[in-house]
């Protein structure tokens, strides 16, 4: 995955700002030679109506409207973000249950309020487990 310094920075700082609740946000971007690159991170609330310390939901209205705005463009939503208060930057069981095949997702880890690893991780439908995938990109070789 391609990521710049800049994107990085925008959901290293979501993760610190929402601390200690989970935050999360989409990847926008596009595909080249296979490898997503990202444009855009869009941050999302965090509707989960439970602990979103350790939880976090996107309205699913809110997708459609990312996917209804992106529509006409060469963009599109090629993953989603979120953040582990107080736990490592790997996806958790309840991750896995829930990912779309075809998505990368970032998780970050934010340790006492200061952002710590970022990781990226791709569902790998053979399997059905998460593999990591290298984040690169403008400061980030």
Not at 2 to 15: P, T, V, W, Y
């Amino acid at each position: 995955m391609e990521l710049d310094r800049k994107l990085e920075s925008e959901i290293r700082a979501h993760g610190e700002h929402a601390f200690p609740e989970e935050c999360c946000g989409l990847l926008i971007g596009r595909y080249k030679n296979g490898v997503p690159v990202v444009t855009e991170v869009r941050r999302m609330r965090n509707t989960n109506e439970g602990s979103r310390n350790t939880r976090y939901n996107i309205d699913p209205l809110e997708l459609i409207s990312v996917d209804r705005e992106l529509e006409n463009t060469d963009l599109e939503m090629i993953g989603i973000y979120h953040s582990h208060p107080n736990h490592p930057s790997r996806p958790s069981e309840t991750d896995l249950k829930f990912a779309w095949p075809n998505l990368s997702y970032i998780v970050l880890s934010v340790r006492d309020g200061v952002a710590d690893l970022i990781t990226s991780w791709r569902l790998d439908i053979d399997t059905e487990k998460f593999v990591q995938e290298k984040i690169t990109g403008e400061d980030n070789k």
